[in-house]
C-alpha cells in the first residue's frame, strides 16, 4: 500500500473545506474587544477541501487492522466484536446533545442510563454501588486506591502505605500505586502459576493497605485460593482490589465481591464491548463494597421516592472527583445497550465461550509451542516461544511480526513478565471456530517456518505497509510533530 | 440476543478437540463456594428492534439542545461540527483498533496521532504535545503534579478563575501526593499579576491559571507567563482551543506547560463525556511529561513511518517508577479534533473565533442595553461573560425554562460572591435571532418580578 502523505503537506493556500454563516451582528474590530491582549499573528493550520480530508483519512483507515477486519487475539485486551446497534444508541441526539449542566428536569433520561449502568455494574460485581466516572481502567485503579486510602484515614490508619502486587501484574498496577503516594511490594507466584498464599501471608501486615489482584490473573489462570486470600489479607486489616481487566471470564459465573473483593474495575471498552478507538475512550468504571461507599466521587446519581433522578454533591467522606463531569456517559450508554441486549443468559455466555475458545486454541497449539501452564484456562491462554528462541534464534517478537503476514494481529507478548518469551492469546466469545482454525493454522505455520526458514519469520512482516520501525532512531531524533517552513 | 457465534454442534467439536466433556470442565477451578447459585439479577435480553425502542424512549425524556436554545457553556461546548468528522471517525479501521503497540499494523492510527500533536503544537506554539489526556481536568492535574517534579517543590498555586471542577480534581490528585494547594483568588475576573507573588511567597513549584477563564475572561497570558518565568515557577496554562484562532498561544509567551479541553473541536458534548484533554510542553520536559507519544522514524528499508516513542518512562516498562499510569487515553477524540480542525482549515478556525467573540459581545451589549443586567466584570473576554442579574440567576433560569430556552450558569454555588451572576455562552451556532429571543425573554422576566 502507497504512503500516506501528511495532511500538512497537502492541499493549497487558500483552499477551503468547512463554510460557516456570515456574521449576523454589527461586526466589530477583534483588537477593539480584546484590547490589551496580543492577538494571533500566524496559524498554520491545513488549507484542504472536503474531498481531500475524506481521502486522507480513509487511506489512513486502510493502513489499520481492527477487530472489524479480522481476529485480533490481543491478550489481557479483550478485543471483542463493538456491536454497532451501540454505535447508533450513541449518536441519538437525545444522548449525544446534552450539555451536563442542563437542569436535571431536562436530562432524567440521562440519569436514569447513569444510574441503571451503575447498579448492574454494581450486581454483576457483587458489590454495593459502581460509578463510571473513571476514564480508563487506569484511571480506575487510581480512583480506587484513593478510595483505600481515604477509607484508612478515615479509621486513623495512617501507616497503611504499602500496597501488594503479584509479579505478573499488569505494569498500570505498580504504576497507579505508587501514583497515589504507595510504596509497592511484589508477590512472586507459585508453581501453578497462581499466587503464592504462603509468601503472601508473610508479607501481608499493620502496614499493609491493600493487595492488588487480577482474577484471573495474566496467566489466564483462576486465583482457586482466592477466599483464603481475602481472608488473609482482611485479618491483616488490608483491602483486596480486583484489576477487572480479565472479567469477561467470569460473568455470571462468579462476582468478585463474593470472593471477598473490597473494590474493582472494568473495562467497559474490554468486557462490554465499546471500541476502543485506536486507545480510546475507554471507561474503567469501579464498584465498591458497603464500606467504601461513602468515599466514591461526587456527584453521585441518586433516584429520589418519586423515582426522578439527581446529582447529588452533598458527600462529606467522598475522595473527591476524577473527571470534569460525569465520566465518559457515551461509553457507558454503548455498554448499557449491550448488558440489555444480553442478559443474564447472555453475560454467562460470554464468559463460557471466551473459556471455550481459549481453551480450543490451547489445544490446537499444543505440542507446537511450549503451554508453561498446560490446563484448562480460562478466557486466554499464554503460550511460549523459548523452544523456537533456544533451537532457532527466533524470538516471540518475531512470531508476533510474521502473523501480520498471514493477515492476522499478534497476540500480546512478553507478558506476563514472568514468562519467557510469552505470547498471550486472547480469542474473546465473538470469534467463529473457523476463525479460531485459521489463527491456529497460521501458528502451526510459523512454527514449521521457524525450523525451515527461521530467516523469513526474523525478518517478518514482509507483507505490510511499513516493516518493522527503528525504535533507537525515533528516540535519538524525536520528530512528534510537523513544523511549517520558516517557523 | 448474543453475539456468540457457535452452534450446539461447534461447541462439541471444540470440547471434543479439548479432550474435555463440557464447558463446566473447564471452568472447575472457581471453587463452589464463590460460584454464582442463580443467574445475575440484571433484566431479561433484549433484541434489536427492542433495544432501539427503549433507547430512543429514554432518549426522548431528554431535552438536546437541539430542541432548545442553549447557552451553556462553563468548560463544555456547542460548536459547529462538520459531517466529515463523524463519517471519518466512525470508520471501524478506526474505532475498532487497539493502542498501536503493533506498527506495522497500525500505520493509520499513529498517522493520525502524529497529525494530532503537530495541530496542538501549532494552535499553542509547544514543541510537544502527546497524544491525549482523558481531559482538562485530569492534563491539569498531571501538569500540576510534574510542575512538581520540575521544581523539586510540593506546593501547588492555581488561580481561583480556574474552572471549580478542574480545581476539585486538581484537590483530589494532589491528596494522594505530597503537594499541598494554594488558591489564589482573582480581581475582578481577572487573575492579577500579584497572584504570582502570592504563589512565590508560599513556595509554589507552579502558578496554574485559565485563559480564556471560567468567566470567559482573556487573563493576560502574557504577563503572568512572564512573571511566573521570572518568579523561577513553572506556568501550567489551560486554553480553549477555539480561542486560539484568535489569540496569540501561550507557547509565544513562553508557557512551559500548555493543556485544556479539546472537546470544542468536533467531539459531541453527550452529557459530559468522553472528553479531550490535550498537553503540550516545552522539550527540556520530555522525560518527565505523562502519556503517550508518537514519533516519525523509518522502518528496515528507510520508509518514514510512525511509533510510539519516549516509552521508557511508561508503566508497561518502567512499572512503579513510570512518571504516570496512563495507558488508554482518548485517541478517537484526538482523531476527531484532527478531522475537525482540517476540516475547517485555516480560516474556518479564525471564522469560527471571530463569530465567538462577536456574538458573545452583542449578546453581553444587549443584555445590559435591554434586559437590565450588568457586566459583572470589565475585563476582555472570548465567548462567554459574566453578567449581573436584577432577579436570582436561578428564577431567571425557571422561568426561561418555560419559554423553552436554558439559560447560563449561575455562579452563587462555586463562588458565592457572584450569587448575583450567570455565566453566559454564546458561540457561532447561536443566530442574532436567538440572541434577540434571549434578551427579551430575560427582560420580560426581570420585569415581572
Known sequence: MAPEPLIFEQGSAGRRSARLPECDVPGRDASELLAGRRLRRRLDLPEVSELDVVRHFTRLSHLNYSIDTGIYPLGSCTMKYNPKVNELCARLPGFSRLHPL??????????????????????????????????????????????????????GERLRQVVLIPDSAHGTNPASAARCGFKVKAIPADARGLTDVAALARAAGPDTAAVMLTNPNTLGLFESDISQVCRIVHDAGGLVYCDGANMNALLGLTRPGDMGFDVMHFNLHKTFSTPHGGGGPGCGAIAVGEALEPFLPVPVVTRGSEGAYSLCYDRPQSVGAVHSFYGAFLVALRAYAYILTLGPEGLRNVAEMAVLNANYVRA????????????????????????????????????????????????????????????????????????LDVLCAALASIARECSETPDVVKGAPHTTAVSRMDETAAVRNLDIRWRPAGA | MSYTPHTAADIQAMLAVIGAGSVEQLIADIPSQVRLAGPLAVPPAMSEPELVRKLRELASTNLDVDSTLCFLGAGLYDHFTPAVVDALTSRGEFATAYTPYQPEMSQGVL????????????????????ASMYDAATGLAEACLMSCEIAGRSVVAVSDAVHPRYRLVLETYLRTSDCTLVTVPSQDGLTEVEAVRVAAEAGAACLAFQSPNFFGVVEDSEALIEATKAAGLVSVVAVDPVSLGLLEPPGSFGADIVVGEGQGLGVPMGFGGPLLGFFACRLEHQRRFPGRIVGATVDREGRRGYTMTLRTREQDIRREKATSNICTNQALMALAATVHLCALGREGLRQVSDLCLQKSHYAADQLCLSAHCTPAFDAPFFKEFAIRCPAPPERINEALAAEGIIGGYALGRDYPALVDCMLVCVTETKTRADIDRLVDAIRQIVESF
Open chain 1, 102 to 155: 442542563q437542569p436535571e428536569a431536562t436530562v432524567q433520561g440521562a440519569l436514569q442510563v447513569l444510574f441503571e449502568t451503575q447498579a448492574m455494574l454494581a450486581q454483576i460485581a457483587g458489590m454495593a454501588a459502581a460509578t463510571v466516572q473513571p476514564s480508563a481502567g487506569a484511571h480506575g485503579e487510581l480512583l480506587s486506591l484513593m478510595i483505600v486510602r481515604e477509607y484508612h484515614l478515615s479509621r
Open chain 1, 364 to 435: 490446537k497449539l499444543r505440542g507446537l509451542f511450549d503451554i508453561p501452564q498446560d490446563r484448562a484456562c480460562m478466557h486466554e491462554v499464554v503460550i511460549s516461544a523459548t523452544r523456537q528462541k533456544n533451537e532457532h534464534g527466533v524470538r516471540a517478537l518475531d512470531i508476533s511480526k510474521r502473523l501480520m503476514d498471514y493477515g492476522i494481529h499478534p497476540p500480546t507478548n512478553y507478558f506476563p513478565l514472568i514468562v519467557p518469551e510469552a505470547l498471550m492469546i486472547e480469542p474473546t466469545e465473538t470469534e467463529s471456530r473457523e476463525a
Open chain 2, 111 to 130: 498517522q493520525a496521532i502524529y497529525e494530532y500533536q503537530s495541530l496542538v503544537g501549532l494552535l499553542t506554539d509547544m514543541p510537544l504535545a502527546n
